[in-house]
């Protein structure tokens, strides 16, 4: 029971990564926000988390985290159930994109920049408002991707997104330290979620012989990761990129 008595917003915690982040988080003791665009989808992971024997410890809200005022209801949501909020997991992204001269820039580089980069920016800066005047502290994790830290086929706008990502960690960790607020980023490799099921077999196949299993990561395992950082075992980690790809970077 790292979480025991511990609030956390979980972002795109409707399915994948998230979803499996919620589970771990409730059964480490944690109450949970899901916030996530699907609303229908986020409730039934409510309802799961209330069937595993822990009612009403998650509770789901529409949000669109390219929205700041979603986001921020979000956080308001958390204190207003829950009493406060110690962690934030921003982790809600969309993937996929076109060859970099084939752009529509209104198409192929906003909107993925406004989810995925805007949404992060959004959740640091609500969740390191409610830490501040809660004056506990608090833990900011963020999703970004092997593709952060390098170059991929069709990947121009998520790369740029999710490099972003890294260098707001760092900056929230240097800024926020002073009123003891940690952010850390993971960069998961290839997981076997929704966002992956788009592409080919073959795709999936290249990708999983890509890690040095042999194959996809389970939402599960990265979820161990994320709990192990919204705890008070991981205090030393800050400001500092987590690789959970299964050795993809090596
Ligand atoms: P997923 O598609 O299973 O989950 C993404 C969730 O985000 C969905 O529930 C979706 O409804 C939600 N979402 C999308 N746009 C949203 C918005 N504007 N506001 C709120 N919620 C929104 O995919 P997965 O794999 O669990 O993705 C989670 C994160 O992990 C993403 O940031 C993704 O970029 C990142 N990632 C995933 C990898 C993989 O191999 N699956 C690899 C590296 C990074």
Redesign the pocket.
Known sequence: MRLQGKVAVI??G?????RATVLKFIQEGAKVVI????LT?AEAVAVEVDSLGFPGAAVAVR????AYGDVEAAVALAVETFGRLDVIFN?????GGKALLDHDPEVDYAPMIR??QD?VYYGILAAGRQFRDQGTGGVIIS?S??YGEQAAELSFTYSAA?AAVISFTRSAAYELAEFGIRAVAI?????G????NQFSEELRTTFASEQLRNKMTE?DEIANVVAFLASDESNVINGTVVHVDDGYSS
């Open positions: 972002t795109g409707a399915s994948g990564i998230g916030a996530d665009m699907n989808q949000t669109d985290v390219s982790n809600a992204g969309i993937a989810v995925d949404g999703t991707s092997i999710k960069t998961p490799g290839r997981v979620t929704a966002i992956i939402p």
